[in-house]
């Protein structure tokens, strides 16, 4: 076990170490398989779908606040869409119109949770969205929700334009091309559907409820309170999902929704063990007064282990000037500071001849 913490304290060193280069490779990630996956899924511009661009994009992005990130994002999916056809003004208007609703929400109140605006979709498009709320529930505070539902939107509206754009956007036939004189319809009828769509806002009450009873839970003062909370928010997930599935069937496969939950809970406290680690065992009762109050206070250790240290020799090299440069010497050859082998020959052996002599 111990060797466990040794490994933790060397990772957390090195991370302390260089935190900042850390901090801007992982926005640079993300940002990168942000874009990407939004390419993958409406890639109608062929300019904006090049891999420099991507790669330019994501590097703009690790640098500037989150703020601009997570608009730069919203502006990239409208040029997509607007790039699927001429008729799809509307559509991008739109679409960007309600963006931009979710993003005054959002830098109003979270302006601080860029990435998880941009990293909701990415996980919900992976197959573990479950590990947002459980984070932010335990990092974070209940304004959290925010930037959460903000990214669920925005997940299922690029999914809705995805599915549905090839409607308003393939003409192969005259029946086709009767079925859509007026695309406008199509495009307005796709955005209904996406408004209406139940199964979005039964995810954003789920991830709601779960990153509020995470919080609360992880601040009531008992014993591994952090995990505890962790537990408790993946059994609510659980029951949310499968009791909205049950109400609206939203597809979900209980099975797989399981696994993953059990994996994002386990991803999470993998994450709090390198945050924090408390020896519960070792707690104490501290009481104390001042002119005011009188305090009862829980004293939990974190656990910290440091990385094994090198022992090293000091060797001390002194030129013998007279008699109380010879007092000196002794003193230190008694106490282990000076290692014979690295002295110089004549000097060694004048300081043995003496020891002897004296002996």
Not at 2 to 26: C, P, S
Not at 126 to 148: E, H, K, N, R
Not at 245 to 267: E, N, P, T
Not at 354 to 359: L, Q, Y
Request: aromatic share 12%.
């Amino acid at each position: 076990m111990m060797l466990i913490f040794e490994l933790r304290a060397k990772i957390t060193g090195i991370y302390q170490k260089y935190a900042f280069w850390f901090n801007l490779a992982a926005r640079f990630l993300l940002c990168y398989v942000a874009f990407s996956r939004i390419r993958g899924a409406l890639n109608y511009n062929p300019t904006l779908g090049k891999n420099v661009v991507i790669l330019a994009l994501a590097a703009i992005c690790s640098v500037i606040p989150s703020t601009l990130m997570v608009l730069i994002a919203a502006v990239y999916v409208t040029l997509q869409i607007y790039a699927a056809s001429g008729s799809s003004l509307i559509m991008a208007i739109t679409v960007f119109a309600l963006f931009m609703v979710c993003y005054c929400f959002f830098i109003r109140f979270t302006p601080r949770y860029g990435a998880a605006v941009v990293a909701t979709p990415i996980l919900q498009n992976i197959g573990f969205p479950y590990a947002m709320p459980l984070f932010l529930g335990v990092f974070a505070t209940p304004v959290s929700i925010v930037p959460v539902c903000c990214g669920i939107f925005a997940y299922n509206t690029i999914h809705y334009v995805k599915n549905n754009i090839a409607e308003a956007t393939k003409v192969t036939t005259e029946a086709a091309k009767e079925a859509l004189e007026d695309p406008q319809g199509v495009y307005m009828k796709v955005l209904k559907e996406l408004v209406a769509n139940p199964a979005m806002y039964v995810t954003m009450l789920v991830m709601a409820v779960v990153i509020v009873a995470v919080y609360f839970v992880r601040r009531i003062r008992m014993d591994y309170a952090f995990e505890i909370s962790i537990a408790v928010g993946t059994g609510l997930m659980m029951l949310g999902y499968i009791i909205g599935d049950l109400k609206y069937d939203m597809g979900i496969r209980v099975g797989s929704m399981v696994l993953s939950c059990l994996i994002c809970a386990g991803i999470v406290i993998f994450m709090l063990f390198f945050y924090r680690t408390l020896q519960y065992s070792a707690a104490e009762l501290v009481e104390f007064e001042d002119e005011d109050y009188y305090y009862y206070v829980k004293a939990v250790p974190k656990i910290k282990v440091g990385a094994p240290k090198r022992r090293e020799k000091r060797v001390i090299r002194r030129r013998r000037t007279g008699d109380d440069d010879d007092e000196e010497e002794y003193e230190d050859a008694a106490l282990g500071m000076i290692d014979y082998g690295e002295k110089d020959p004549g000097g060694s052996a004048l300081l043995r001849q003496e020891a002897g002599a004296g002996g």
